[in-house]
């Protein structure tokens, strides 16, 4: 189950960073989150550029059709169903293989497809069909599509 619904309109925004704290264990940031003021296409995807209302940025972003969310959001849910079954049966095959090399991966594999699994559930939840085009690693000079708050 997703997060929140889909809609004719991105649920998600774009977050703007505020600010920096950086602490002893946690960084803390904050944002001034932004809608998104595009309407999903009926088909397929739509590239369009938005203008940050914070600093005048231009973002680029992709906006998938409803049905074209729904079905990615579908495949990220089919992949952690895949993972979670591929930790069953390591775990499963590691109890049949008992003592030896054998058991010691199988249980590797167990833990890999249990952190694969949570991984992707987490992302699908997440999932509202749009994309930031061309991100770098520094989240488009301090923008990155952030959740608003729920009231």
């Not at 203008?51 to 990615?72: D, F, H, I, N, W």
Request: with cysteine; net charge positive.
């Amino acid at each position: 189950m997703s997060r929140r619904p889909l809609g004719p309109r991105p649920g998600i925004g774009y977050g703007h960073l505020v600010s920096t704290t950086p602490g002893a264990f946690v960084t803390k940031r904050e944002w001034i989150i932004h809608p998104i003021p595009v309407e999903r296409p009926e088909q397929g995807r739509l590239d369009r550029k938005v203008e940050c209302a914070t600093c005048g940025r231009e973002l680029s972003m992709r906006v998938s059709s409803l049905e074209a969310a729904r079905r990615r959001r579908q495949i990220w849910q089919v992949l952690a169903a895949s993972g979670a079954a591929v930790a069953v049966l390591c775990g499963l095959l590691a109890l049949v293989a008992g003592d030896g090399p054998g058991a010691a991966l199988s249980l590797l594999g167990a833990a890999v497809g249990a952190v694969f699994a949570l991984n992707v559930f987490m992302r699908s939840r997440l999932e509202d069909g749009v994309v930031m085009r061309r991100p770098t690693l520094t989240r488009m000079h301090g923008h990155m599509l952030r959740w608003p708050p729920q009231n």
